[in-house]
């Protein structure tokens, strides 16, 4: 049976948003932790004996002296391309396999455009934003807008200018 952590689950969604059953085939056991481990030795202690921890990125550093402390530790996945937060030289020293989730690099582009739609259009993104404060940074779980289709109504005088001029520049 292979030995997953998840660390720093502060939403307490990960084991809901993929299945956890099997890794390679073989049956699972998932572990989910929702705290912050407050230090090196804490989180040692608390990754004993797994195989595979994901990480989000950048929340729980991984140095050369945690991974010396992971003797059983073979799989690292982080959230995102990068996570300047780990040991890349300790984890190949060690044997340990360092992967990332990718991503589809749209979340700034997304997020530029809920700004633009403010309030009214978007209140969620400001009611998390608003959560996220409250819960000393712990946002809830969004949504993408890649998919969705954005009406816009009232362009008026001036927004079908704009769309006119754009016909002529391109004829």
Request: hydrophobic letters at 45%; charged letters at 25%; one cysteine or more.
């Amino acid at each position: 049976m292979v030995s997953i952590a998840v660390l720093d689950d502060y939403q307490n969604v990960a084991l809901t948003v993929a299945d956890w059953s099997q890794a390679a085939g073989r049956p699972t056991a998932s572990q989910v932790f929702n705290e912050h481990f407050g230090d090196l030795e804490t989180a040692a202690k608390a990754l004993q004996g797994f195989e595979v921890v994901g990480v989000m990125r950048e929340r729980t550093p991984f140095p050369r002296a945690l991974f010396d402390k992971l003797p059983d530790l073979k799989l690292l996945v982080t959230t995102g391309k990068r996570n300047a937060s780990i040991d890349l030289a300790a984890a190949k020293d060690r044997g340990v396999l360092v992967c990332n989730t990718g991503g589809a690099g749209r979340a700034t582009a997304e997020l530029a455009i809920g700004l633009m739609i403010e309030l009214g259009a978007a209140p969620r993104l400001w009611s998390s934003d608003e959560h996220a404060r409250r819960a000393a940074g712990r946002p809830r779980v969004g949504f993408d807008l890649d998919g969705k289709t954005l009406g816009l109504i009232g362009l008026g005088n001036l927004g079908s200018q704009g769309r006119a001029r754009s016909a002529r520049r391109s004829a």
